[in-house]
């Protein structure tokens, strides 16, 4: 699983489904309270259909969606697909921005989530900030390693660290081999 938190801004939707990109609609959002955001919330926990968006790393004939897009190609949107919402809380809401903690399977996409909770809540919203605080056994808090703390010596404890929480995870893992179409697996 991984973790997010996520700054979304009420009334503004854009062509990336973030901050980076242009405005394509403005919608007015002083009808939402807290509590139509935390009851919407409910309806993208567990397992839900989301559609990707455009600007992502989903490929189209070998080549990022992202890319195409930035070259200006037509890009079709991709066909909404199971995903799993462990658990979505908001953690603060001042209009227009509202904060949400989301801890999620693989394939799922804050940015989509931000946008269909402001369709759900008869208005629009995009992405303002993403820090990602967990990965698989990784904290953001717990195993970041801080810039007073980049030395070698620091490093190569962090590294030991981080080598034994891999193996300790219990996963199978797919390496990709030299050879199209062959995969070996790796049990750990």
């Excluded at 996520?6 to 405005?23: E, F, N």
């Excluded at 717990?142 to 193996?167: F, G, N, P, Q, V």
Aim: glycine share 6%; charged share 30%.
């Amino acid at each position: 699983s991984q973790k997010y938190t996520a700054i979304g801004m009420l009334g503004k939707a854009t062509d990336t489904l973030d901050a980076t990109g242009k405005v394509t609609e403005e919608k007015p959002y002083d009808q939402v309270t807290k509590g139509d955001l935390e009851n919407v919330l409910q309806k993208f926990t567990g397992d839900i259909m989301q559609v990707p968006p455009l600007y992502s790393a989903l490929k189209k004939d070998g080549e990022r969606l992202s890319t195409l897009m930035k070259r200006g190609e037509a890009v079709e949107a991709k066909p909404a697909r199971p995903v799993r919402v462990y658990s979505l809380s908001l953690q603060q809401f001042q209009p227009p921005l509202f904060t949400l903690d989301v801890e999620c399977g693989g394939g799922f996409y804050v940015r989509s989530l931000v946008n269909d909770i402001g369709k759900e809540l008869s208005t629009c919203a995009t992405v303002q900030e993403l820090t990602r605080t967990k990965q698989g056994p990784f904290t953001l808090e717990e195993h970041a390693l801080h810039e007073d703390k980049w030395t070698i010596d620091e490093i190569a404890r962090s590294l030991e660290h981080c080598t034994a929480l891999l193996l300790a995870e219990p996963a199978r893992k797919k390496l990709k081999t030299e050879h199209p179409g062959e995969t070996a697996e790796i049990c750990e």
